[in-house]
């Protein structure tokens, strides 16, 4: 079965500065979509960015970047020039590409706070 | 930008009773989802929909759940017989296929009494 574990609960920063949210999962696929989602105080979550395990490329989305490390079952988002827009509760989540039913599988997730 | 969108916002029903959460999906989307959240917990799956049938379905969603898509644009998820562990946020999601971003509503808290 597949798992996603987030390790840290709670992080802040810096408005303008760099913070990377650490995200591992678990799984015997090969093929696969991770992705990481934005729940700010107002409850609807947003999908900030998605990666495809196929490619080797991190992919990008203005301020967010992650690092996919398919070795080592690794998916950190990094977000620079931290807004105080960026407060929010932090989701990585995983896909397998096979899944007849497009199954989320979530981590614990991680809140991230940017002080001014 | 269309949304998912979700009603009511907050249900308090007594234990025993029945509850039916309302979902918008965004309009050409074909897959739906529905998730939940207890407090503190993590985001977990509980069905997906698509074609006027259940793709998938989580351990969770046993005979008490029931969804449906009674018309052409709402998505509902029925709870029969509700206990105090229904108690949770409720996410509906949608996407155009399978492999493509879901997009989620507001959710409905859904508080057991």
């Known amino acids: 079965a597949q798992t996603v574990t987030q390790s840290q609960p709670e992080m802040s920063v810096q408005e303008a500065e760099t913070v990377t949210l650490s995200c591992t999962y678990d799984t015997s696929e090969n093929n696969y979509y991770l992705f990481w989602y934005k729940q700010p105080p107002s409850r609807q979550m947003i999908l900030v960015i998605r990666q495809e395990a196929y490619k080797q490329q991190n992919a990008t989305e203005n301020r967010f970047s992650v690092n996919f490390q398919k070795a080592a079952k690794s998916f950190s988002l990094k977000i620079s020039d931290s807004q105080l827009g960026d407060t929010a509760m932090y989701f990585c989540?995983?896909?397998?590409?096979?899944?007849?039913?497009?199954?989320?599988?979530f981590g614990q997730g991680t809140e991230l706070s940017v002080k001014p | 930008e269309p949304e998912v969108t979700q009603t009511p916002s907050h249900q308090v029903t007594q234990m025993g009773q029945e509850v039916i959460l309302r979902c918008v999906p965004i309009?050409?989307?074909?897959?739906f989802y529905w998730y939940r959240q207890i407090l503190g917990q993590k985001v977990e799956f509980l069905v997906s929909?698509?074609?006027?049938?259940?793709?998938?379905k989580s351990e969770i969603f046993d005979d008490q759940f029931s969804v449906e898509r009674p018309d052409g644009s709402n998505f509902t998820l029925k709870i029969r017989s509700t206990k105090l562990e229904d108690s949770a946020m409720y996410f509906c999601?949608?996407?155009?296929?399978?492999?493509?971003?879901?997009?989620f509503g507001d959710g409905t808290r859904l508080s057991i009494l």
């Open positions: 999601a949608s996407s155009e296929n399978r492999n493509q971003p879901q997009h």
């Open positions: 929909f698509y074609n006027n049938e259940i793709s998938e």
């Open positions: 309009s050409n989307h074909l897959y």
């Open positions: 989540a995983f896909m397998t590409l096979y899944n007849q039913g497009g199954k989320l599988i």
